[in-house]
């Protein structure tokens, strides 16, 4: 779990540089880093979908995966709930918005998922430490946007990883090759979708399409039996 907690660490320690930057920033250029912000995430999205496309070996698959996560995601009601409880936290700074980002892209990547599988069976640290600086200059760009609850993050990586990590032996042969091309593809369209928001160019509502995600695993189950 070394690997881990120094991803964890390094969100933290972003998140409080951010929040301490954050105080001197004047409103016009906290907007300077939302756009830089946002013009970031929809670059990482779709930089995503075009490595993993061409890869794809169920071309219809994110389609159908994106569709059916939104309706659950919708009828669960996941993004005015997720909304509400940090609306109680932030101070008019959309910090819900900003986290949601923060999520997808601290959790989903091929850095974030194989690396806890590599720590756990082989003891190598290359890819967690690796992602632990990439999400440290995220974390500081991300809080000195919306704030120190970017930090509540930090508790979602280390129990996406943490549950990767302790099952690896189980999920090593899983979550590499086509699935994780699938996940990455589906994955790539939600932060892009997210930076489109921070933008303020569409609301896709993000949260409630976060389902989407656990479609392509359901899939490889039910063509593997």
Not at 79 to 88: C, G, L, S
Not at 131 to 138: C, E, I, M, Q, R
Request: hydrophobic share 55%; proline share 3%.
């Amino acid at each position: 779990m070394l690997g881990t907690i120094v991803n964890v660490i390094a969100i933290l320690v972003g998140s409080i540089i951010g929040m301490m930057l954050r105080k001197g920033i004047k409103e016009k250029y906290r907007n300077c880093l939302y756009n830089a912000m946002g013009l970031a995430a929809i670059g990482i999205g779709l930089n995503a979908v075009v490595q993993n496309m061409p890869n794809s070996i169920y071309p219809v698959l994110f389609i159908v995966s994106l569709a059916l996560g939104s309706l659950i995601g919708t009828m669960l009601e996941l993004d005015d709930r997720f909304n509400k409880i940090t609306d109680k936290h932030s101070k008019g700074g959309n910090l819900g918005q900003g986290l949601s980002t923060a999520i997808l892209l601290f959790c989903i990547g091929t850095l974030s998922i194989l690396g806890p599988i590599e720590a756990a069976l082989n003891q190598n640290y290359t890819y967690l430490f690796t992602n632990a600086t990439l999400d440290l200059v995220t974390s500081l760009v991300l809080a000195s946007t919306y704030g120190i609850g970017i930090a509540a993050a930090a508790g979602v990586l280390f129990l996406w990883q943490g549950s990767i990590y302790l099952m690896a032996n189980s999920l090593a042969d899983f979550l590499v090759g086509d699935l994780l091309v699938e996940i990455s593809l589906v994955g790539g369209f939600l932060i892009a979708a997210s930076g489109f928001g921070i933008l303020g160019i569409k609301n896709f509502k993000t949260l409630n399409m976060l389902p989407a995600l656990f479609i392509p695993p359901i899939w490889f189950l039910i063509m593997m039996l």
